[in-house]
């Protein structure tokens, strides 16, 4: 079982919906969780992270933690054409001092006009 | 704004080869990574280290070694490159436990 599971898409929503990414992960001891958006050829950049149960909104994005059912999403409103790119789910596995970061293999979102 | 940047944008060497890829850092962050990132297998941790001289394995570390002498720099060492390793290589770094990686812009390694 990999560590960070994502479903690889893609997902294909049109233009003004909502896009649902879902990540699942493997170790409890898990402490913080992240979503990074990568467009083609380029590095991947921060979007939201969150540490507690619950949701956590910025602008048009919504981060949502379950620690007991250890799922993590990512909730995109009023999607855009702009949105389209790889979805990448993260999670921060540090313990005894240090910060092992582990991607799954990310989602592809496609917008569509 | 915070910097990592890596030595090379594309590389090409031969089978046998001993490969360097060089990251620098310039925010003082503790923690470095490399990562390798393959169509449909996402980024896997190559090797991390949390502080100077200190580097722990990450999930694929076989055929690669690390060095880090200096906070700043990080590099990641192909011993005896093969064709398998042909891959596009990220640098991340983050100041502490639980916060924002930052990424480098990559580095497109392949191995002839």
């Known amino acids: 079982q990999k560590e960070v599971e994502q479903n690889s898409g893609p997902l294909s929503v049109p233009e003004g919906a909502i896009a649902s990414l879902n990540c699942t992960y493997s170790?409890?001891?898990?402490?913080?969780f992240f979503w990074y958006r990568q467009y083609s050829g380029k590095s991947p950049e921060l979007i939201m992270f969150?540490?507690?149960?619950g949701d956590k909104e910025d602008g048009r994005f919504t981060a949502q933690l379950n620690k007991a059912s250890q799922y993590v999403s990512l909730l995109i409103r009023d999607s855009q054409p702009s949105d389209s790119a790889t979805y990448l789910c993260?999670?921060?596995?540090?313990?005894?001092?240090?910060?092992?970061?582990?991607f799954g293999a990310g989602t592809r979102l496609a917008v569509h006009p | 704004d915070v910097k990592v940047t890596q030595s090379s944008r594309y590389l090409v060497k031969r089978t046998g080869e001993k490969v360097f890829l060089e990251c620098v850092q310039d925010?003082?962050?503790?923690?470095m990574f490399w990562y390798r990132q393959d169509p449909g297998l996402g980024l896997r941790l190559i090797y991390f280290?949390?502080?100077?001289?200190?580097?722990e394995k990450g999930d694929i570390p076989e055929g690669y070694s690390v060095s880090r002498e200096k906070k700043e720099r990080f590099s990641l060492i192909l011993e005896s490159a093969s064709t398998n390793q042909t891959s596009m290589y990220l640098c991340?770094?983050?100041?502490?436990?639980?916060?924002?990686?930052?990424f480098g812009q990559g580095t497109r390694l392949t191995v002839v």
């Open positions: 991340a770094s983050t100041p502490d436990r639980g916060t924002e990686a930052f």
């Open positions: 170790d409890r001891g898990s402490q913080s």
């Open positions: 969150i540490y507690s149960n």
């Open positions: 993260a999670v921060n596995r540090g313990s005894g001092g240090y910060n092992k970061l582990i």
């Open positions: 925010m003082d962050h503790e923690n």
């Open positions: 280290s949390y502080d100077v001289k200190m580097k």
